[in-house]
Nanobody, 113 residues
Framework: QVRLVESGGGLVQAGGSLKLSCTGS???????MGWHRQAPGKQRELVAA???????NYADSVKGRFTVSKDNAKNTVYLQMNNLKPEDTAVYYC????????WGPGTQVTVSS
């Protein structure tokens, strides 16, 4: 059974940075993985993805500010978020880009203006 757990969220002022982590049990992150977010009243959206072959894709709204990476030895996927904006406020989740696995609890990111 795959279990994903996100951590690293918090409250930060606009312009600040956070680094999110995602650990998995029952899964090794050899395939494509991504970070999704859901803001209040909005649909969940994919913001960053690690694709097979080592490439990355980003939503236009985060391009140049967010960086997705992984550490195979630690079986952990990361999301480095810089120059955060209030509109980045959301619950962040890791999952495959298509949301193939059971969703974890997510981690709350709140950016104050």
């Amino acid at each position: 059974q795959v279990r994903l757990v996100e951590s690293g969220g918090g409250l930060v002022q606009a312009g600040g940075s956070l680094k999110l982590s995602c650990t998995g049990s029952g899964i090794t992150f050899t395939g494509a993985m991504g970070w999704h977010r859901q803001a209040p009243g909005k649909q969940r959206e994919l913001v960053a993805a690690l694709i097979k072959g080592g490439g990355t894709n980003y939503a236009d709204s985060v391009k140049g500010r967010f960086t997705v990476s992984k550490d195979n030895a630690k079986n952990t996927v990361y999301l480095q978020m810089n120059n955060l904006k209030p509109e980045d406020t959301a619950v962040y989740y890791c999952n495959s880009p298509t949301g193939s696995y059971v969703w974890g609890p997510g981690t709350q990111v709140t950016v104050s203006s």
